[in-house]
């Protein structure tokens, strides 16, 4: 069932399970600390949830920022990983992902 | 005939060799040009070892590339089909996927990196970067593994594409 960008799609309970660019993306494990999107193409969090890119710019030439294929509705020049945490850099400063998976602050 | 297009595929089994993933080839002139901006690749499986591919942006003249036809999207509906059409020969105007035979012409190495299979590569180019590709140009754009993967686990679920518009 996916329910949302809150949610991976949990058809094996033992994998992280996202989805990028309409691709199911499955992980043993999530990504490593301060992994970079780009160059790095994905990010999985540790609810199984994909990171990306999409393909909208914003005036100041960001990207729109996925999860699981799901618009966030925020635009960032880039996505790290850093200890458990979804952080989004851009001319809007630093954002990131809460651990309540609600909101990205 | 103006738009944005992507040629993307996921799913793929590569051979374990050097091997083309994507090849696109302006149309003829005269015509609109080709102006890449961005590519990707990753493996969408579950990859317990972590291991490092490289991947190189490159252009290519004939003899091109034998591949699996694979036609354009546009991104944006309101845009007109793209002037590139799927075909398995590299031939000017066609684009195809996963080559089976690299072909004799000469690869030109635009961009050269590596990457972690699991957190997969994003190339966006910046305005000053943006490949272009002129019609009647003598050659393709692709994107290859320049080395094998290895073995299989390593050979299979590859996600990868690329992005142009045509201007």
Known sequence: ????????????????????????????????????IPPAYII??????TWTFGTEFNTYGEINVLRNDVDTG????????RRGVVTLYGRAGRRSFSRSRRHII | MAGTYSLT???????????TLTFVNAPAAPNIDLCFRRFWVGQSATTPSTFNQRVQINTQVTAFPTLV?????????????SVIT???????????INASAEG??????????????TNGWLLVLTPEEIIEQAAGATSGVGMHFPVATGASPNTLNW??????TEE
């Open chain 1, 74 to 81: 925020e635009f960032a020049q880039r996505i790290e990983y």
């Open chain 2, 9 to 19: 595929s996921a799913g793929i089994t590569v051979v374990n060799a050097v091997v």
């Open chain 2, 159 to 164: 996600a990868f594409g690329c992005i142009w």
């Open chain 2, 86 to 96: 799927g075909a398995t020969t590299g031939a000017a105007g066609t684009s195809g």
């Open chain 1, 44 to 49: 999985t969090d540790s609810d199984g949830g």
């Open chain 2, 104 to 117: 004799a012409g000469t690869k030109t190495v635009i961009w050269a990196d590596a990457f972690n299979a």
């Open chain 2, 69 to 81: 036809s694979a036609t354009p999207t546009k991104l944006a509906v309101a845009d007109a089909a």
């Open chain 1, 1 to 36: 069932m996916f329910r949302s960008w809150g949610q991976s799609l949990p058809d094996d309970d033992h994998l992280l399970i996202g989805r990028a660019n309409g691709v199911t993306f499955r992980r043993e494990n999530k990504t490593e600390s301060y992994v970079v």
